[in-house]
């Protein structure tokens, strides 16, 4: 059953927000940080951005957090935007989980 919903999956966002096109803006999109900063994805126009979607409770997403942290030693212009998919999470979570992983 999971094999069918991932391969389902894309044709399903890709008929509500249509096909991505390689040369092309990304559709732009709005989200509060856990301090109540505003991140608008057309504000960062001509900037690499990398979009990482985890839950804080996921091994390979605690896993992924020092590669992280590597590529924007590494590349410091990187704009890294982490977004939590588990709505149960809350802020102080979140914060938590920064500090315990020191994710800045």
Known sequence: MLIVIFIIFPFIINSIFGVP????????FTLIDIE??????SNQFGKVVLLDFF????????????????LR????????LS??????????MLRDFGAEYNIT
């Open 83 to 92: 977004i939590d998919v588990d709505a149960a999470e809350d802020v102080d």
């Open 36 to 41: 109540g900063n505003t991140f608008k994805l």
């Open 73 to 80: 030693e590494d590349f410091n212009s990187i704009i890294i």
């Open 55 to 70: 839950a804080t409770w996921w091994g390979p997403c605690k896993t992924m957090i020092p590669i992280l942290q590597e």
């Open 21 to 28: 096109a390689i040369g092309k803006p990304a559709p732009d």
